[in-house]
């Protein structure tokens, strides 16, 4: 008789970025769109930001990552990511919630990327003021 394959999904968002992230009972394995873990994020530290949940519930080697991460750039990706696998984490089990809200990983990171005012070159540059 076949296992049953356990399945947990959650989104993770950060900055304009989005990352649907399925957990499945495994050994470890990450795959981001359809590519390996250490091809997509070729930074250690951003691969250290995704590893984090894991690290901090201490299931490591128990799960494999399916993500799909689309919007933004790589940080805003990894952060996105890692929201989202703490978020199925808790479908695994609610007593990782004390954890994990510890270490901040349940919270949206909520900045985003100031909007450009009219009549202004940027955000907050301002063209310089002449008095005559």
């Known amino acids: 008789m076949a296992t049953k394959v356990h399945q947990y999904s959650a989104t993770g968002r950060r900055k304009t970025s989005t990352a649907r992230v399925r957990l499945v009972n495994g050994v470890g394995k990450v795959m981001i769109n359809d590519r390996p873990f250490d ?21 490591q080697q128990r799960f494999d990552v399916l993500a799909i991460c689309d919007g933004g750039g790589q940080t805003g ?3 996105a990511l ?51």
């Open 82 to 132: 890692r929201h989202g696998i703490s978020r199925a984490l808790l479908l695994v089990d609610p007593s990782y919630r004390a954890v994990l809200k510890a270490a901040g990983y349940l919270t949206r990171d909520p900045r985003m990327k100031e909007r450009k005012k009219p009549g202004q070159p940027g955000a907050r540059k301002r063209f310089q003021f002449s008095k005559r």
């Open 77 to 79: 990706q990894a952060g």
């Open 39 to 59: 091809q997509y994020f070729p930074l250690e530290t951003l691969r250290k930001i995704v590893e984090q949940p894991f690290e901090a519930t201490g299931t």
